[in-house]
């Protein structure tokens, strides 16, 4: 009896705790939903997007998905929805910065440091190639020392007696 009571008592709490799960999370079954959340950013950490966060009961992706699905009934257009949510949120839950003042450097900046490390490395090998000496003919003869030419003789003289 005891055992059955303890199973029974499982079985609820985990009953409970599915329903708890799917009750916390906001359906995504509108695909107008689904596409505005794609373009903002969800404050968690998980740096995914509103739609794309897969932590369960989301502190902050679940609110602004129930958000947009109230902005979306009421028939917001999605300029409208995304002045809202830059209003309450800020400008950072967008996942593409608008491309207007400040925020177009982060637009700009990756093709400058590309153009200056390119222009950089152009500089330097410019410079080095300048540096390296240019071949001029062959390298003069450096004269034979009296070892040297001693030990020649002996080489040859040993070759030639191996044949």
Known sequence: MENRLKLRSKLLLALLLTVALVEGTVPLTNERVRRL??????KCGCQAS???CNMINCHFSDPVRTQLLQMVDQGLSDKEV???M?????KDILLKPPTEGFYLLSWTMPFVSLAGGLGIIYLVLRRYMKRRPAAEGPEPAVAESSELAQYRERIDKDLSDME
Do not use: N, S, W
């Not at 959340?37 to 969800?42: H, V």
């Not at 830059?86 to 800020?90: A, D, L, T």
């Open 37 to 42: 959340g794609d373009m903002l950013k969800c």
């Open 50 to 52: 509103i739609t794309g």
């Open 86 to 90: 830059e209003r309450v949120y800020g």
């Open 82 to 84: 995304f002045a809202e």
